[in-house]
């Protein structure tokens, strides 16, 4: 079993994803198939746990843009069909191929790198549309002639196309409505110039949860899995989702004594004058620990009540702990997640630190130990009953 000294660590409930991904079937209707995105380390929370706990539910294809994270995870044994979304450069491609990892053309370059692997094969390729994004893809202006030609060229096969309109609030529904009908437009010529690739998709979380009209056979599905709502509530709410990043906790490494009035202050930044009892958490900066924005003030719960972080720097963290009772060395500190009566949120954090939900989540994993729900699971053998000690 892997030892783990720092007292810090994240809570992942891998049936909130698999219970998520159930809904995100049913919400697609026969009709359409689900892809799970798993980029960014599955939003990270472990792209491997993540994987196996969608396998359980019977997903069959991943999309990821991250080359390495695919390529690890072929190396842990895992076969499902995966596409990637981009993020690399045409040199990558024949390593993706080597890796059964499915390319996503979108230029002459991606194309001519797949070609000149192919060996006689008709590899599948995926190609991106830029519907309106501005992103990635070649323009829907230009694409149908891009596809045209690419489906004449030898050594591939266009098995899927697809397009990205994500959007937050009620004037981006419009916008990808109407850059969805350009999209729905494409794929209707195409069909008359007789290509009908296997895959079509163009909604991915803000489309499924609008419940918004679709021309395509796929959804790709990435929030929501997580349990993570990528709309404001003048569009949808978040329904039967369920956050699966459930909790983020320390322990106490050290609690301070203070005379009152005594001066602790280090610079201008930390405001201990006040303090009488100080705890300090090994987590800091180099964590993923932030300072709160100006004007908002960062709060943990500490045996059930709300103590305000006062310090923060490389490794540690600094409370003022004046209102919590007796709190000792080792005692369990909740920043994010329930104690006692009351609550903090991944919301409230993106209000501390002015950004939204999936970046707090980001901020801390892969630095925090994970722990997950299912103890089979768990690296570090145990569930939340104590944590790493
Ligand atoms: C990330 C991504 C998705 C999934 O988006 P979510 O809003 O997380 O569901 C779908 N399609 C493309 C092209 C993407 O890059």
């Known amino acids: 079993m892997s030892e783990h000294h720092r007292p810090c660590w994240i809570e992942i409930d891998l049936e909130a994803i698999e219970r998520n991904y159930v809904e995100a079937v049913r919400r697609a209707g026969p009709n359409r198939s689900v892809i799970a995105s798993i980029k960014g380390n599955a ?44 993020g690399y450069l045409p040199s990558s ?27 006689g094969n008709a590899l599948s390729v995926y190609v991106k549309v830029d519907s309106g994004l501005g992103r990635l893809g070649v323009p829907v202006s230009e694409a149908e002639d891009f596809i045209l030609k690419l489906a004449k060229k030898p050594g591939l096969a266009i098995e899927g196309v697809y397009t990205h309109l994500p959007f937050r609030d009620l004037s981006g529904k419009n916008w990808a409505l109407g850059c969805a009908s350009k999209f729905a437009d494409l794929l209707d010529r195409l069909k008359r110039r007789g290509v009908a690739p296997e895959v079509t998709q163009l909604w991915g979380s803000s489309g499924l949860l609008a419940d918004l009209p679709d021309s395509c056979n796929t959804v790709c599905i ?22 699966a990043f459930t909790a983020m906790k320390a322990r106490l490494i050290h609690v301070g004594h203070h005379a009152a009035g005594a001066d602790l202050a280090i610079g201008s930044s930390y405001q201990i004058k006040n303090a009488r009892v100080t705890g300090v958490l090994g987590i800091g900066t180099g964590d993923g620990m932030r300072r709160a924005i100006p004007g908002k003030k960062i709060e943990v719960l500490v045996h059930g009540k709300r103590a305000p ?27 994010i997640g329930a104690s006692g009566a009351d609550k903090i949120s991944l919301s409230d954090w993106g209000e501390w ?11 801390f994993s892969g630095r925090a130990s994970q722990q997950y729900a299912n103890p089979a699971d768990n690296i570090w053998g145990r569930f939340a009953s104590a944590g790493p000690s």
């Open 43 to 86: 939003y990270g929370h472990g792209v491997s746990k993540i994987v196996s706990a969608l396998n359980r539910q019977g997903a069959v294809i991943y999309w990821t843009g991250h080359v390495d994270e695919a390529t690890a995870l072929r190396r842990e044994g895992v076969n499902n069909k995966i596409i990637m979304f981009g």
């Open 353 to 363: 630190l002015g950004v939204g939900a999936l970046e707090v989540i980001l901020n």
């Open 93 to 119: 491609i024949p390593r993706l191929i080597a890796e059964k990892l499915i390319p996503t053309i979108y230029d002459p370059e991606g194309a001519d790198a797949v070609a000149a692997v192919a060996n």
């Open 309 to 335: 972080v006062i310090g923060v720097s490389l490794e540690h963290t600094v409370l003022d702990l004046t209102n919590v009772d007796d709190p000792r060395v080792g005692d369990e500190v909740v920043l």
């Open 222 to 243: 990435g929030h929501l899995l997580y349990g993570l709502s990528p709309v404001l509530p003048e569009v949808a709410t978040a329904g039967d989702f369920q956050p």
